[in-house]
């Protein structure tokens, strides 16, 4: 769905501001959705290259790669734990040279990962990932904003609300909303982490 059109259900509670501001707002609440709840998860996997250690996701438009849930090398059955700091792997200075299988993956930036120490067989990785939008994302995938759409919007409209001076503001409106968005997200949270819970909604795509 168009960032642009839901935007356009603000437009009741704010008829006199402007169409980009009511976008921005849709925008920033779908990223605090996501980052916050990690709700928006896909099964990623690829192809992994003896002696290269960097890789490229390919994820849907106008999305960025936010966590890892988990990640595992399938031909030597190996579970990658995650690491947040890539730095921390490196607890010896001979860390590569005396280590001969991957054990670790680590985000590089929102569409980059490493695996350490560098891998000296191919294989291939799977994983599951936690999605987000970018800054200038202009649409979200049209069964996210099934899922999501009420938290999205409770989002933005505590925002709207929120506003100073302006014909729209109304701070009680504001908090109402935000309660709901806090309550939604974490909500979206739980339910995402229990993996026998339905109702998240996965995609899968590969390199």
């Not at 603000?10 to 009511?22: C, Q, T, V, Y």
């Not at 960025?64 to 792997?89: C, M, P």
């Not at 350490?116 to 999605?131: C, F, G, H, S, Y």
Request: hydrophobic share 40%.
């Amino acid at each position: 769905m168009l960032i642009s059109d839901l935007a356009q259900l603000l437009r009741i509670k704010a008829r006199e501001a402007p169409a980009f501001m009511l976008e921005r707002l849709v925008r920033e609440s779908a990223r605090e959705f996501f980052r916050k709840s990690r709700a928006w998860r896909v099964d990623f996997s690829g192809a992994i290259t003896a002696g290269s250690n960097a890789y490229s996701f390919t994820q849907p438009t106008g999305t960025l790669v936010h966590d890892i849930v988990y990640a595992k090398l399938q031909t030597s059955n190996t579970n990658l734990a995650y690491l947040r700091d890539a730095g921390k792997a490196y607890v010896t200075p001979d860390f590569e040279s005396g280590s001969t299988d991957s054990k670790y993956v680590t985000l590089v930036d929102n569409d980059t990962f490493e695996l350490l120490p560098t891998p000296t067989a191919d294989d291939i990785v799977t994983m599951k990932i936690v999605l987000s939008i970018t800054r200038t994302a202009t649409e979200i995938d049209d069964a996210i904003v099934d899922e999501f759409e009420d938290a999205i919007l409770d989002g933005a409209l505590y925002r709207l609300y929120e506003m100073p001076q302006e014909s729209w503001s109304d701070i009680k409106l504001s908090q109402y909303h935000l309660n709901k968005f806090l309550s939604r997200t974490a909500d979206a949270k739980l339910r995402a982490e229990e993996t026998r819970t339905p109702g998240t909604r996965i995609a899968a795509f590969s390199w």
